[in-house]
């Protein structure tokens, strides 16, 4: 292919992410225009979802193309190459606020409906639930993960190491979780001998069936497995961990995943809540139905609802819920500041970064009266919960880890083709009736799994294909051979879905040259402690895991290791030979927005897509076989090189160098790391004069981009802003926007 034709897709997304790129874009066109990449934007952000998919409420002229689904179809094309920014996973609460936004805006999408009664609002309600939770991310992810902390930014973090609390032998903090009952109790799993339809039907004990899903279709070589959370089961968990607590003295806390598990998480927690307040839910219980209250969303959707009853009432109500604190524990804050605990969101407690959060923080979280408390961690799935309890055992007896000799541990994940847990929500049902529920053969009548369930329980079938499976283990032996690091496959023989996992594992090893690679299989509380041991010993060693592990342990590790999952390189080889790149491991960071709108000083740190852009120019060079792209591949990552070596990321305190700033010094090293190389002259000459004109006036800059600090701005929405006011908030330094044009071909 003619390297003019080449064509980066950079994703528009929220928050901080969104306001980086509109500085960033800028300076990524003036170079890679050096080498015909042209880089074209796609707009993934909730609001422009929520417009995109409702066009038909929209005027001619505010009709928007649905871009997700259109980049969707891009990942399953060999030349797809996306930079994908991080993106709000919206709980309904942020939905809600998204819609009302744009509303004000005189984009007149409809209302959400929170209860849904005519058939109309069902439809509306369905639409909506695209959008809602963790609706991007399986939907691009057409390929297996591969995130790692780079050479050079490991090497930072030895020689800058972050704020470690300690941890004390005698910490009183752990993880609670169910024994029985969970969806790791019973859970049923199979391969596939060959390709069915099937449905999934409750029989309830009256004999009537209720059709969960009329018809999925599945694959040879798939894995599917059935299981369930006992409603009861959970409830009376809940109580016996509450009760634990308060008895205890500790802070009580917990920790989901409501945006990628969008169905069964916020039910859970839900229930954690309703239990908490058990006995304000009694006696209000049927109000609050009536008023529409969810606690699934949160007591913030309890506090907002009842705004509409009478003062009097809505006293009541608060004296009650508070009465119910009496005789509970501490509940641990999100915001104590603000008074904003650990119920008011599930969006508020994301487990991936809120454990690790918890660990690095010497296993404390907040309590009312903003001093760092000893908890109680309630994750009720057994499955995955009992590795944080092995890593706080660890660092009980072997202390905090030490960043500046740790060491490190990548991850290989299983997550191409919406994979186990994480692709379920479709599948994913609260239990109306006490009943079976049966994974049917549509063709044969055949039941091929079956679980006895009793209302309110949550059922769900999870499923992966053998195809994502094979390039998972390729993927592994891959980075095995490439990094001569140790490879762990976190598999728990005692688990029937890891069990059937294991034995294709095992299976497609062979296709694959292993010799002198260490390639292990180890059940998830061997392999924490494996790695554990190896960490504290300066020692690396590779995590291969399913999709929920992927998301945990990419959090955790890069929490202790660099202080942040931002600095990650991320990466999807998608299956269809193209790629996808991801910047860094984390979120959206909403408290960097309020930052900037209240002092003009963004404190997120763009590393994460100087990383991903290096990888898909240098793939782009390689594919399109464009030596400039792999010569501004290699500079870009000389650059950030240099950038860490002279610690030029962004400060959180505003007044010091930001975001922006940052991003001048990348831009300035790449210009003069191109200036400097000699495999190609043409460049070379091209930026030269952008690198003299960056380097003559650095301190003018650097002073035009910190002057701007300490004052708030407007960037005219939260989920919408307007763009050119974020720009123009986003590039303040006529000198630096002066040089980028003059640059410009
Ligand atoms: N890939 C994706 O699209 C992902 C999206 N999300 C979404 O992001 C939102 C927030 O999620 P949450 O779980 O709180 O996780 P985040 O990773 O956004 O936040 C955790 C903390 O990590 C730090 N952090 C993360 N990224 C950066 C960065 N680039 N620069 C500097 N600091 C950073 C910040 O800490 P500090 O206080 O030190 O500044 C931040 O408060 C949610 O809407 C969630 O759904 C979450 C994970 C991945
Ligand atoms: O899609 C999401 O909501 C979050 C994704 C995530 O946390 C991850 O992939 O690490
Ligand atoms: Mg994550």
Known sequence: MAADHSKIIYTL??????????????????????AGIEVVESDISVAHRILGEFSDFLSPEQKVSNTLAELGKKTLEADANIIKLPNISASQN????????????????????????????????????????????????????????????????????????????????????????DFYHGEKSMTLDQARDVKMELITTSGKSIVLKPKTSLLAGEIIDSMFMSKKALLAFYEQQIEDARKTGMLFSLHVKATMMKVSHPIVF????????????????????????NVNNGMANLYDKIQSLPESKQEEIKRDLHACHEHRPELAMVDSAKGITNFHSPNDIIVDASMPAMIRQGGKMYGADGRLKEVKAVMPES????????????????????????????????????????????????????????????????????????????????????????DWVKLAVTRARNSGMPAVFWLDPYRPHENELIKKVKTYLKDHDTSGLDIQIMSQVRAMRFTLERVARGLDTISVTGNI?????????????????????????????????????????PKHVQQLVEENHLRWDSLGEYLALAVSLEDEGIKTGN??????????????????????????????????????????????ALAAQTEDAELAARFAPLAKKLGENE???????????????????????????????????????????????
């Open 549 to 589: 592990l992927r998301d945990y342990l990419t959090d955790l590790f890069p929490i202790m290791e660099l202080g942040t999952s931002a600095k990650m390189l991320s990466i999807v080889p998608l299956m269809a030979g193209g790629g996808m790149y991801e910047t860094g491991a984390g979120g959206s960071a």
């Open 383 to 470: 499955t995955f919960a009992r590795i944080y309890q092995e890593i706080i055992n660890f660092c009980k007896w072997h202390g905090a880890f030490d960043p500046r000799t740790m060491g490190t541990v990548p991850n290989v994940g299983l997550m191409a083709q919406q994979a186990e847990e994480y692709g379920s929500h479709d599948k994913t049902f609260e239990v109306q009736e006490d009943g079976v529920a049966n994974i049917t053969d549509l063709a044969t009548g055949e039941v091929l799994l079956s679980q006895n369930v009793e209302k309110g329980d949550i059922w769900r079938m999870c499923q992966v294909k053998d195809a994502a499976i094979r």
């Open 94 to 181: 942020q939905l809600l606020a998204a819609i009302k936004e744009l509303r004000g805006k005189g984009f007149m999408v409809p209302e959400f409906p929170e209860n849904p009664q005519t058939e109309d609002e069902k439809k509306l309600r369905q639409r909506y639930a695209k959008i809602i939770g963790s609706a991007v991310n399986p939907v691009l992810r057409e390929g297996n993960s591969d995130r790692r902390a780079p050479r050079a930014v490991k090497e930072f973090a030895r020689k800058h190491p972050h704020t470690m609390a300690e941890w004390s032998p005698a910490s009183r903090t752990h993880v609670s979780h169910m024994t029985h009952g």
């Open 627 to 672: 030596e400039k792209a792999k010569i501004l591949a290699k500079t870009l990552d000389a650059a950030t090189g240099k950038l860490l070596e002279n610690n030029k990321s962004p400060s959180p305190k505003t007044g010091q160098l930001d975001n922006r700033g940052s991003q001048f010094y990348l831009s300035m090293y790449w210009a003069q």
């Open 270 to 293: 839900g229930h954690c809540v309703r239990m908490f307040y058990k006995e304000a839910f009694e006696k209000h219980g049927k109000l609050f139905d009536e008023i529409g209250v």
């Open 13 to 34: 997304t929220d928050e901080a992410p969104y306001l980086a790129t509109h500085s960033f874009l800028p300076i990524v066109r003036t170079f890679t225009q050096a």
């Open 699 to 745: 301190q003018k800059i650097v002073d035009e981009l910190n002057a701007v600090q300490g004052k708030p701005v407007d960037i005219g929405g939260y989920y919408f802003p307007d763009r050119s006011k974020v720009e123009a908030v986003m590039r303040p330094s006529a000198t630096f926007n002066a040089a980028l044009e003059a640059a410009q071909g």
